[in-house]
């Protein structure tokens, strides 16, 4: 008999659970790789990610034929297409790693009724996460709202090794005959390639994901605590897309991680230790999205559901188009818009900015996030957008509101990062930096950047705005 593997968000041949089990029945297996019709659409999902993910399945499809075997790309329905592929192929098995977003998990269920009523068996393997939502539960067997005491459960639990890579393959007969779609895919729809340093490395496809991470390991890591803060560093891993494409899979990234804290000394030990409790917050909020699948695009905390967002379209185009006239928002603005990557401490920004500054609904934020991101895990989205909007789980208290002057001058106090995406504040001096709306009008014109011409006058005023924030928020907890 033959066995389908249905590769997914686990584009990469190292220690894959679903390849590992699949490859221990010593059956020959079909690699399959299934473009659904959405994915096929113009405009379904931002061309710079596209690009990247359909860079991982051409990658993924080289690796398979450098061992002599193929990687079957069809488009359509995935029940449909592994249906039918069973029929050419007599398989009786399908394996695939499992995913927990709502909408997965209902392709999921639909996929593995329509197998089984052709008779074919199906095995889901635990792959995305070291530990799956049920896995983690309170004495009262429900899922865990608070970080910190997740973390401290996350942390005890027995941990999965990474799988050794199948050393003896047998693809099905008749594979490389097969019609299918043929890579390079990413060239063949067109998309655009992301731009920027942040992909200098492209982190694509699975071996450079593997060396991005060695060299994470071996140097960054071990300041990360100190650096991780500051845009203007090379200071995070920029491993989110490997991760959230399955170019690395989180057992290898974890195991890695543990080597380095060996070899870690003083200061550096927290500093892996940090790097870890993010490979928590990843699982965390697959958790909250997985237990609580109304936070889609409902607030988590249902007294924040009723706040009366302004949702003034003007102010929400300034802030896509990184025109606010705050520099370190529009700075944060234009490196998504450009390269499709955003530092974590500035989506934190951008995000309180739009929602408590700009007064602008917090699913408006998500969902241009989503459109733009390379990295973009629907989860993770949620849960840093409702974090910073104060409706969500363990939220940023809705009356400590991010002030992007102070932010600016915190995160970015020699305005590296400001003047690398806002060349036009390139000569402003660097006490005007964070607030240029500041600069006496010879200033602007020895800068070259006069307030309303050259970069726009802030559009709010954000001692204003903040108050107006509270009243909004507490008005909403009181009707509730
Ligand atoms: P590192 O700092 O090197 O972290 C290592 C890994 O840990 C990341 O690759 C990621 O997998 C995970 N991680 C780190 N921080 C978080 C976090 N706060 N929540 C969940 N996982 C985390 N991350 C995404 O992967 N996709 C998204 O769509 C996404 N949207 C976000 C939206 C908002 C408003 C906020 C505040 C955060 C969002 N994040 C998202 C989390 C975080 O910003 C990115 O994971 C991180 O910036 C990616 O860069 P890195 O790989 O260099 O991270």
Known sequence: MTAIIWFRRDLRLHDHAALHTAALTGEPIVPLFIMDDAF????????????????????????????????????????????????????DKVFYNRAYTPEARK????????????????????????????????????????????????????????????????M?????????????????????RPVGSEWATALFGERTARERLQQFMHE??????????????????H????????????????????????????EEVASVEAFVTELVWREFYQQVLYHHPHTTDHAFLPQFEAVAWENDEALFSAWCNGETGYPIVDAAMKQLNETGWMHNRL???????LTKDLLVDWRWGMRYFA???????????????????????????????FNPVAQGEKFDPDGTFVKKYLPVLSEVPLQYIHKPWEM?????????CRLGLDYPDPCVDHASRRKLAMSLFQEAKDSY
């Not at 990658?59 to 249906?83: F, K, M, T, Y």
């Not at 099905?172 to 655009?192: N, T």
């Not at 897309?241 to 380095?260: D, K, P, W």
């Not at 895990?377 to 789980?393: F, L």
């Open 40 to 91: 096929c659409q113009p405009d379904a999902v931002a061309d710079k990610r596209s690009h990247a993910f359909l860079s991982a399945v051409d990658n993924l499809a080289g690796s398979l034929q450098e061992v002599g075997g193929r990687l079957l790309i069809r488009r359509g329905n995935p029940a449909d297409v592994l249906c039918q592929v069973a029929r050419e192929t007599g398989a």
């Open 107 to 170: 392709r999921d269920a639909t996929v593995t009724e329509a197998l089984e009523r052709q008779g074919m068996r199906v095995h889901a393997c635990k792959d995305l996460l070291m530990h799956e939502p049920g896995d983690i539960l309170t004495r009262q067997r429900t899922p865990y709202a608070l970080f910190t005491p997740y973390k401290r459960v996350w942390l005890t639990l027995p941990k999965d090794r990474p799988f050794p890579q199948p050393t003896s393959w047998r």
């Open 172 to 192: 099905c007969e008749g594979l490389a005959e097969m019609p299918g779609e043929s890579a390079p895919l990413a060239e063949a729809f067109g998309r655009k």
């Open 220 to 237: 960054a890591v071990h300041r990360y605590k100190e650096r991780r803060d500051f845009p203007g560093l090379d200071a995070t891993s």
């Open 239 to 266: 491993l989110s897309f490997a991760l959230n494409a399955g170019t690395l899979s989180i057992r290898t990234v974890y195991h890695q991680a543990l080597e380095a804290m060996e070899e870690a000394r003083g």
């Open 347 to 353: 989506r934190m920004i951008a995000a309180s900015f």
């Open 371 to 401: 459109k733009q991101l390379v990295d973009f895990d629907e989860a993770a989205n949620i849960g840093g957008w409702q974090w910073s909007a104060s409706t969500g789980t363990d939220p940023q208290p809705y009356f400590r509101i």
């Open 440 to 448: 006496p009008e010879h200033v602007q014109e020895q800068a070259g």
